[in-house]
Structures are given as structure tokens and as C-alpha cells.
């Protein structure tokens, strides 16, 4: 069964510190998501993505944060300068078609995130 | 701006039991959406709901909507330990490429034994 893959699955690094997070939708999937779930809280948008460019963004979705398909396969997420409240899980998503229709977002395991 | 807000938060109940948790939107939608937290984990679908009155089951766990009263309800029928997880529901929000999800506050579900 095709799924959405993300790596790393863990990362930790330093406050002020770039990260790339990484994910590989579904191969037939048109449009690319990232959501992030705070500990304990609940899943938040944060962008979206089709046709190379930005549909839609979150007010979280400030300017240290990117998004990029640098190569038709990977969908990656770029947090420039790492702050503390970055630390959460963040999910790619991967859709068919447009406004999910009937179907559902495909969502990947996850990169747990922790700035220290 | 859009609020989506579950209840009860957190659900302990016995096995066998029955139990319902309720989804509030507070603006218009044409899909919902349940999904399965495992701790730690990914977000599993269980069911996609598209239209006023839509019902879906699975297994122990059954979907509805009613979109005149923006309310979502996933009702628990005789509630097994496997069932324990955190259930989200989430509403389509925007249009064609604008479109996204907006999550509930979740609710976790302890199943004992």
C-alpha cells in the first residue's frame, strides 16, 4: 500500500540552528501538506503546496520557515533558525486530488522535532 | 475563525461499554473528517463523512454527520482495550488549492479492561 515516508523520524538540534525536514508523498499525489502536533496538543496547519507554489499558509508559517519540491519526489520543510516552540511532531500530508474530495490526506509517521 | 471542539477531552470506560464523542464546528463544511492517534504515531483515517446525514461504520465504531447543526459524532459500541487511542475529527476548510484541514482538540480514549 503506497504511503507518505518522512525522515528523520527524530531529530534534535540547537536553538538557532536550520532543519530540513524531509518527506516522500505518494508518487500520484498532486498536493503536499504540513500539519505539526505540539506535545499533547492538537494537529495544526501549517502550509500547502501545489504546482511548486504556495496555496495556502498558516499564520504559524512565518518567515523562518520554507517549503520546497527541489526534485519532483521530495517535499521538504526548512525551519531556518530553530526557536524552542518549534519543538513538536510534524506531519506530511499528500493528496490526489484538490480540496481532498472524497478522500482522505495521506499522512506520514512523522518527524518528531526537539530544539534544546 | 474556524473552531473545532470535542468532547469529552479524555474518555475512560470499560470494556463492552458504549460511549459517543461529539464534534462541534463552528462554520460551514462539506467534508469531516475521524482520525486514529496512536501515541507517538501517525494519523490513521477512519472515515471521511461528505454530506448531510452520512452514516459510516466500522467494526466497533460508527460516523455521522449533520452539517444543519455542524455536529460530528463518532459512537464506541462495545468498547474493546484496542480501542484506546487518541480520535480526532477534522473539517475541510477553503476551496480547490486553498484547502485544508482544521483538527479538533482530540479526545483520548482509555479502554480498560
Known amino acids: 500500500e503506497p504511503e507518505v515516508t518522512q525522515t528523520p523520524s527524530h531529530q534534535v538540534t540547537q536553538m538557532g540552528q536550520e532543519v530540513i525536514l524531509r518527506c516522500v508523498p505518494i508518487?500520484?499525489?498532486?498536493?503536499f501538506y504540513w500539519y505539526r502536533q505540539i506535545l499533547g496538543q492538537k494537529v495544526e496547519f501549517l502550509v500547502s503546496?501545489?504546482?511548486?507554489?504556495?496555496?495556502?499558509k498558516s499564520e504559524i508559517f512565518d518567515d523562518q520557515f520554507s517549503v520546497e519540491r527541489p526534485d519532483g519526489s521530495n517535499f521538504t520543510l526548512k525551519i531556518r533558525s530553530t526557536k524552542l516552540e518549534d519543538s513538536a511532531m510534524y506531519f506530511c500530508?499528500?493528496?490526489?486530488?484538490?480540496?481532498?474530495?472524497?478522500?482522505?490526506?495521506?499522512f506520514g509517521q512523522g518527524t518528531r522535532l526537539t530544539v534544546v | 475563525e474556524l473552531k473545532v471542539e470535542q468532547n469529552p477531552l479524555f474518555l475512560s470506560m470499560q470494556e463492552g461499554k458504549n460511549y459517543t464523542i461529539y464534534c462541534n464546528y463552528s462554520?460551514?463544511?462539506?467534508?469531516l473528517y475521524w482520525y486514529r492517534q496512536d501515541p507517538g504515531k501517525s494519523l490513521e483515517s477512519l472515515f471521511v463523512?461528505?454530506?448531510?446525514?452520512a452514516v459510516k461504520q466500522e467494526g466497533r465504531l460508527m460516523a455521522s454527520l449533520d452539517t444543519k447543526a455542524r455536529l460530528s459524532t463518532l459512537h464506541i459500541t462495545a468498547a474493546v482495550h484496542d480501542l484506546s487511542a487518541t480520535y480526532f475529527c477534522?473539517?475541510?476548510?477553503?476551496?480547490?488549492?486553498?484547502?485544508?484541514?482544521?483538527f479538533g482538540t482530540g479526545t483520548r480514549l482509555q479502554v480498560t479492561l
Open positions: 500530508a499528500s493528496s490526489e486530488v484538490q480540496g481532498f474530495m472524497n478522500t482522505e490526506a495521506f
Open positions: 508518487s500520484n499525489h498532486l498536493y
Open positions: 503546496f501545489y504546482n511548486n507554489e504556495i496555496s495556502e
Open positions: 462554520t460551514t463544511s462539506d467534508r
Open positions: 463523512l461528505l454530506s448531510n446525514g
Open positions: 477534522a473539517v475541510k476548510v477553503g476551496a480547490g488549492t486553498a484547502s485544508k484541514l482544521t
